[in-house]
């Protein structure tokens, strides 16, 4: 197993550089954190870093209501000392006079040893841990005695902060830290020994929100049946609900009783609550939030369980009575007419038809409002309420269940529907839509649908539009989560045939769509000939919106830069979508619109779109990578570059977990265009590296799917690996021609010229931009950069006067666009080239500076570099700062353009 302590250093980072930067916080520090969260860890390590022998306390819970049993153990540990062989003696006579008229002089005698202990004692740093049990009595001796030793160490671990009127005991400008959850990475390597899959890894982090000791204890129980699992608390071991029960004992009864309330909501917020408990509710959540318990979103006041391990607890605690009863009060307290019908539903007798009618109903309310997780629930209960004798009915809601389950990626919801449906007499129609469906909810978390799949091939078997219908999963399966679009062609051949000569005209037209999107990223020149027979087929089945050849038309037209075409196409798709209530397919279209629209420069509009595509995908519980994505990519054109970061880091993080390839190169490409226009070369060429090695894999050839290459080579540029960028260049150049993928071509054009620039060749390099920005007149981004790169060009070539005007009408063109922070960039370039006078290149560097700068522009890290010059990181850092500031520069990519390495001037005398 890993070493506990090791994950939890890591996941204390927040603190420990406390210690080390900040010698006046250092000497006072309070962690705080739930049971089981690693204060104790935490502590140990903070203390390691002071390098100092550590005398440590850890009172127990027998030990709160003893009066100075806490000061006891400090003198027992330093009894070797004669002022604590005087404190101990005068605690005897102490704890027997609390009451007594001499407990005042008594208590200040406990004072005065205990200053006097710690003043003769050799230096030490104290430790208190588990001080939440520290009896009163010794805090308030302790506390004032420290205040008579600033300089003395003390870390302090409790499970709740209580700084009081007037400060923490330990003092007053203690620093408080809480000790952060582990993230999904830490709870991966804590787990690593047990090696669980990225869903089950998933699973424990959610229902531990992060705590390492319960994520030990749940993976140490059964693995809950996928049908099953976190029902009604049924699955948590032992020891985990020994930790959440200490956890839940930090707060009051009442607290307690609301939380549970909160637990049976499936969407608790604040205005539910305050029906339900009226004004306490406030001063009672607080409590809760004190002790991690919850977080209340805002803006919404949506109420959340850190972990979600303390609602199946607080719901486990029920009988079946009180839980029927406060399901009833949540009902009358509902202000959501949905959840109102979910909670009768759940109130009312299990064999009421009338609440499985209800139920039904509510589920088709949520089913059109997008909430499919919710319709999943209310779906499966109106199945399993439903009379077995109504075989028709009970099909038809199994099989709603079984789809609402899907949609929400829901896999135990829909496997217990699922069951119902198999052992009812249903169809082998219906037996494989329901296998299909959970085929497609496994897919959610792309984990194994081996199984699933062959249980539909068996139910099809002799019927060849059934049959069609497995192999066209199969295909997305092969293409998505096996990177594997050879196999996803075969099978989508082979759908596509065995529906035509069904005659099923709409399974043909999804096998046909399929086998079009794999071969246009196969580079196939088959690919328009297919997509044109799915589009001529009669469809008399729906589709999702998001699977039809309209939208892989729309969305090869976004590949071939026939903007206004692909926006025509998806907008009454957009519609379509939202019509029929399909969140993942109005999230893909809506995606699909931001891409056109930052594409054809309207930032703000794909901003909104982008927007809309992340909201709906947090509200359905849909897989956030590819939404992750689009933000990404529109934040980074039009926003701001650090957001864009950080929605590209979490969508990568994502597609790992999840095990989706196509998505985790997408992620990749925008980090790696992101980090690269924040001048950070070495890791855009990094995470470019991988998307090229994932579509390598993936057998990934038209160019124009994914634009990479162009971002790759400047990176390799930059850091002066001009052969390998001119060997992608030309290789990628000659597959864009040989597929007469000629939108691709003027981005290589521009990295191409900053390779001649490179290597002296200015004349050369600004020919090319100035062609390559005359054929980007319908793409104004692109076209902005391509005449940022000749501005750097002409500046190198000391033509400023060209520099100046191509980084005006860049900067124009940028503002005029709403892409902000090309904008900044190219008015950063601007006022650097207005303030430097003709003639000079840039303003007079000492030689230091200049060297320095020279090896940094060359993509040396700052390390070599020290090495280089014999002088420190520190002394590098702060002469690259002064070099930025005298350049007006920001970034290493900047520098590099303003900076021409020492061969360029050897080579140019």
Same mark, same amino acid.
């Given at each position: 197993?890993?070493?506990?302590?090791?994950?939890?250093?890591?996941?204390?980072?927040?603190?420990?550089?406390?210690?080390?930067?900040?010698?006046?916080?250092?000497?006072?520090?309070?962690?705080?954190?739930?049971?089981?969260?690693?204060?104790?860890?935490?502590?140990?390590?903070?203390?390691?870093?002071?390098?100092?022998?550590?005398?440590?306390?850890?009172?127990?819970?027998?030990?709160?209501?003893?009066?100075?049993?806490?000061?006891?153990?400090?003198?027992?540990?330093?009894?070797?000392?004669?002022?604590?062989?005087?404190?101990?003696?005068?605690?005897?006579?102490?704890?027997?006079?609390?009451?007594?008229?001499?407990?005042?002089?008594?208590?200040?005698?406990?004072?005065?040893?205990?200053?006097?202990?710690?003043?003769?004692?050799?230096?030490?740093?104290?430790?208190?841990?588990?001080?939440?049990?520290?009896?009163?009595?010794?805090?308030?001796?302790?506390?004032?005695?420290?205040?008579?030793?600033?300089?003395?160490?003390?870390?302090?671990?409790?499970?709740?902060?209580?700084?009081?009127?007037?400060?923490?005991?330990?003092?007053?400008?203690?620093?408080?830290?809480?000790?952060?959850?582990?993230?999904?990475?830490?709870?991966?390597?804590?787990?690593?020994?047990?090696?669980?899959?990225?869903?089950?890894?998933?699973?424990?982090?959610?229902?531990?929100?992060?705590?390492?000791?319960?994520?030990?204890?749940?993976?140490?129980?059964?693995?809950?049946?996928?049908?099953?699992?976190?029902?009604?608390?049924?699955?948590?071991?032992?020891?985990?609900?020994?930790?959440?029960?200490?956890?839940?004992?930090?707060?009051?009864?009442?607290?307690?009783?609301?939380?549970?309330?909160?637990?049976?909501?499936?969407?608790?917020?604040?205005?539910?609550?305050?029906?339900?408990?009226?004004?306490?509710?406030?001063?009672?959540?607080?409590?809760?939030?004190?002790?991690?318990?919850?977080?209340?979103?805002?803006?919404?006041?949506?109420?959340?369980?850190?972990?979600?391990?303390?609602?199946?607890?607080?719901?486990?605690?029920?009988?079946?009575?009180?839980?029927?009863?406060?399901?009833?009060?949540?009902?009358?307290?509902?202000?959501?007419?949905?959840?109102?019908?979910?909670?009768?539903?759940?109130?009312?007798?299990?064999?009421?038809?009338?609440?499985?009618?209800?139920?039904?109903?509510?589920?088709?309310?949520?089913?059109?409002?997008?909430? %499919?997780?919710?319709?999943?629930?209310?779906?499966?209960?109106?199945?399993?309420?439903?009379?077995?004798?109504?075989?028709?009915?009970?099909?038809?809601?199994?099989?709603?269940?079984?789809?609402?389950?899907?949609?929400?990626?829901?896999?135990?919801?829909?496997?217990?529907?699922?069951?119902?449906?198999?052992?009812?007499?249903?169809?082998?129609?219906?037996?494989?839509?329901?296998?299909?469906?959970?085929?497609?909810?496994?897919?959610?978390?792309?984990?194994?649908?081996?199984?699933?799949?062959?249980?539909?091939?068996?139910?099809?078997?002799?019927?060849?539009?059934?049959?069609?219908?497995?192999?066209?999963?199969?295909?997305?399966?092969?293409?998505?989560?096996?990177?594997?679009?050879?196999?996803?062609?075969?099978?989508?051949?082979?759908?596509?045939?065995?529906?035509?000569?069904?005659?099923?005209?709409?399974?043909?037209?999804?096998?046909?769509?399929?086998?079009?999107?794999?071969?246009?990223?196969?580079?196939?020149?088959?690919?328009?000939?297919?997509?044109?027979?799915?589009?001529?087929?009669?469809?008399?089945?729906?589709?999702?919106?998001?699977?039809?050849?309209?939208?892989?038309?729309?969305?090869?037209?976004?590949?071939?830069?026939?903007?206004?075409?692909?926006?025509?196409?998806?907008?009454?798709?957009?519609?379509?979508?939202?019509?029929?209530?399909?969140?993942?397919?109005?999230?893909?279209?809506?995606?699909?619109?931001?891409?056109?629209?930052?594409?054809?420069?309207?930032?703000?509009?794909?901003?909104?779109?982008?927007?809309?595509?992340?909201?709906?995908?947090?509200?359905?519980?849909?897989?956030?990578?590819?939404?992750?994505?689009?933000?990404?990519?529109?934040?980074?054109?039009?926003?701001?570059?650090?957001?864009?970061?950080?929605?590209?880091?979490?969508?990568?993080?994502?597609?790992?977990?999840?095990?989706?390839?196509?998505?985790?190169?997408?992620?990749?490409?925008?980090?790696? %265009?992101?980090?690269?226009?924040?001048?950070?070369?070495?890791?855009?060429?990094?995470?470019?590296?991988?998307?090229?090695?994932?579509?390598?894999?993936?057998?990934?050839?038209?160019?124009?799917?994914?634009?990479?290459?162009?971002?790759?080579?400047?990176?390799?540029?930059?850091?002066?690996?001009?052969?390998?960028?001119?060997?992608?260049?030309?290789?990628?150049?000659?597959?864009?021609?040989?597929?007469?993928?000629?939108?691709?071509?003027?981005?290589?054009?521009?990295?191409?010229?900053?390779?001649?620039?490179?290597?002296? %060749?200015?004349?050369?390099?600004?020919?090319?931009?100035?062609?390559?920005?005359?054929?980007?007149?319908?793409?104004?981004?692109?076209?902005?950069?391509?005449?940022?790169?000749?501005?750097?060009?002409?500046?190198?070539?000391?033509?400023?006067?060209?520099?100046?005007?191509?980084?005006?009408?860049?900067?124009?063109?940028?503002?005029?666009?709403?892409?902000?922070?090309?904008?900044?960039?190219?008015?950063?370039?601007?006022?650097?080239?207005?303030?430097?006078?003709?003639?000079?290149?840039?303003?007079?560097?000492?030689?230091?500076?200049?060297?320095?700068?020279?090896?940094?522009?060359?993509?040396?890290?700052?390390?070599?570099?020290?090495?280089?010059?014999?002088?420190?990181?520190?002394?590098?850092?702060?002469?690259?700062?002064?070099?930025?500031?005298?350049?007006?520069?920001?970034?290493?990519?900047?520098?590099?353009?303003?900076?021409?390495?020492?061969?360029?001037?050897?080579?140019?005398?």
């Amino acid at each position: 197993m890993p070493d506990f302590m090791n994950v939890v250093n890591a996941q204390v980072g927040l603190a420990l550089p406390v210690v080390a930067g900040d010698p006046d916080r250092a000497r006072r520090v309070v962690l705080f954190g739930p049971p089981g969260i690693g204060k104790t860890t935490a502590a140990e390590a903070l203390a390691k870093q002071l390098a100092m022998p550590v005398l440590r306390l850890a009172p127990g819970p027998q030990d709160a209501q003893v009066p100075y049993s806490g000061l006891l153990e400090l003198a027992l540990v330093l009894q070797p000392l004669p002022a604590a062989r005087e404190l101990a003696t005068g605690l005897d006579g102490a704890a027997a006079e609390p009451g007594s008229p001499h407990h005042a002089a008594s208590a200040l005698r406990m004072r005065r040893r205990t200053a006097a202990l710690l003043r003769d004692a050799p230096p030490f740093a104290l430790v208190v841990d588990n001080a939440q049990w520290l009896d009163p009595a010794s805090e308030a001796v302790l506390g004032w005695a420290l205040r008579l030793a600033p300089d003395l160490p003390v870390i302090v671990a409790e499970r709740a902060r209580r700084p009081g009127a007037g400060g923490h005991w330990c003092g007053e400008n203690a620093y408080a830290v809480r000790v952060p959850a582990l993230t999904f990475g830490q709870v991966e390597l804590l787990l690593s020994a047990y090696r669980f899959a990225p869903r089950d890894v998933l699973r424990i982090h959610a229902d531990s929100g992060g705590n390492p000791a319960l994520a030990l204890a749940l993976a140490e129980s059964p693995r809950p049946p996928a049908d099953q699992a976190g029902e009604d608390g049924h699955f948590l071991v032992t020891d985990a609900r020994r930790l959440v029960g200490e956890w839940l004992e930090e707060v009051s009864a009442q607290a307690r009783e609301l939380l549970t309330a909160a637990a049976l909501d499936d969407r608790p917020d604040l205005a539910l609550l305050n029906r339900l408990a009226g004004p306490p509710v406030t001063n009672l959540l607080a409590e809760a939030e004190a002790a991690g318990l919850v977080h209340v979103e805002q803006p919404g006041g949506q109420v959340r369980f850190t972990a979600r391990a303390i609602g199946t607890e607080l719901t486990a605690r029920l009988s079946t009575t009180a839980r029927r009863l406060l399901h009833a009060r949540l009902a009358q307290a509902s202000h959501d007419e949905i959840r109102r019908d979910r909670h009768h539903a759940l109130a009312a007798d299990t064999d009421d038809p009338r609440a499985a009618r209800h139920a039904a109903d509510a589920a088709g309310h949520a089913r059109l409002r997008g909430e %499919h997780a919710l319709a999943a629930e209310l779906s499966l209960l109106a199945a399993e309420r439903t009379p077995r004798e109504n075989t028709g009915l009970l099909t038809e809601r199994a099989v709603h269940a079984v789809r609402d389950a899907a949609h929400g990626g829901d896999l135990s919801r829909g496997r217990a529907a699922a069951r119902l449906l198999l052992l009812n007499d249903s169809s082998p129609a219906h037996r494989v839509d329901a296998l299909l469906a959970l085929a497609d909810a496994d897919g959610q978390h792309l984990g194994d649908a081996d199984e699933l799949f062959a249980g539909a091939l068996h139910e099809a078997a002799g019927l060849p539009e059934l049959t069609a219908q497995v192999l066209i999963r199969q295909a997305v399966w092969a293409n998505v989560k096996e990177g594997a679009p050879q196999k996803a062609a075969t099978l989508a051949a082979q759908a596509a045939a065995l529906a035509e000569a069904a005659g099923d005209a709409t399974s043909t037209a999804m096998a046909l769509t399929m086998q079009a999107r794999i071969q246009r990223i196969l580079g196939s020149p088959q690919a328009e000939a297919t997509l044109g027979r799915a589009l001529s087929q009669p469809r008399t089945a729906p589709v999702a919106t998001n699977a039809t050849p309209e939208h892989l038309a729309a969305r090869h037209a976004f590949f071939d830069d026939r903007l206004a075409e692909a926006r025509t196409a998806l907008v009454p798709l957009l519609i379509q979508a939202q019509r029929a209530g399909d969140p993942e397919a109005t999230v893909d279209i809506l995606r699909s619109l931001a891409e056109v629209e930052i594409r054809a420069g309207r930032c703000a509009r794909a901003l909104e779109y982008a927007d809309r595509a992340r909201t709906l995908t947090e509200r359905a519980d849909l897989s956030p990578a590819p939404a992750c994505y689009t933000s990404a990519l529109a934040e980074g054109t039009g926003a701001r570059t650090d957001l864009a970061l950080a929605h590209a880091r979490r969508g990568a993080d994502t597609c790992r977990q999840e095990d989706n390839r196509v998505y985790l190169s997408r992620n990749l490409f925008v980090l790696g %265009h992101l980090l690269l226009a924040a001048g950070r070369p070495k890791e855009a060429a990094e995470a470019l590296e991988e998307v090229r090695d994932l579509e390598a894999r993936q057998q990934v050839r038209d160019p124009s799917v994914l634009r990479w290459h162009a971002d790759l080579a400047e990176a390799h540029i930059a850091l002066g690996r001009l052969d390998q960028a001119q060997d992608l260049l030309t290789a990628t150049r000659r597959t864009a021609t040989d597929l007469g993928r000629h939108s691709v071509l003027p981005p290589l054009e521009r990295a191409q010229a900053l390779l001649d620039a490179a290597l002296g %060749h200015y004349d050369t390099a600004a020919r090319r931009l100035t062609d390559a920005a005359d054929r980007l007149h319908h793409l104004p981004v692109e076209r902005g950069r391509t005449l940022l790169a000749l501005s750097h060009t002409e500046r190198r070539a000391r033509r400023r006067s060209s520099a100046r005007t191509a980084a005006r009408d860049a900067a124009d063109l940028f503002t005029a666009h709403q892409a902000h922070p090309w904008a900044e960039t190219a008015t950063h370039l601007l006022h650097r080239l207005d303030s430097t006078p003709d003639g000079e290149s840039h303003p007079r560097l000492t030689r230091a500076e200049q060297r320095c700068a020279e090896l940094a522009a060359a993509g040396v890290t700052n390390r070599d570099i020290a090495a280089a010059l014999t002088v420190s990181e520190k002394t590098v850092e702060a002469t690259l700062t002064r070099v930025y500031r005298k350049l007006g520069l920001r970034s290493r990519v900047q520098l590099a353009n303003a900076i021409a390495p020492a061969k360029d001037r050897t080579t140019d005398t």
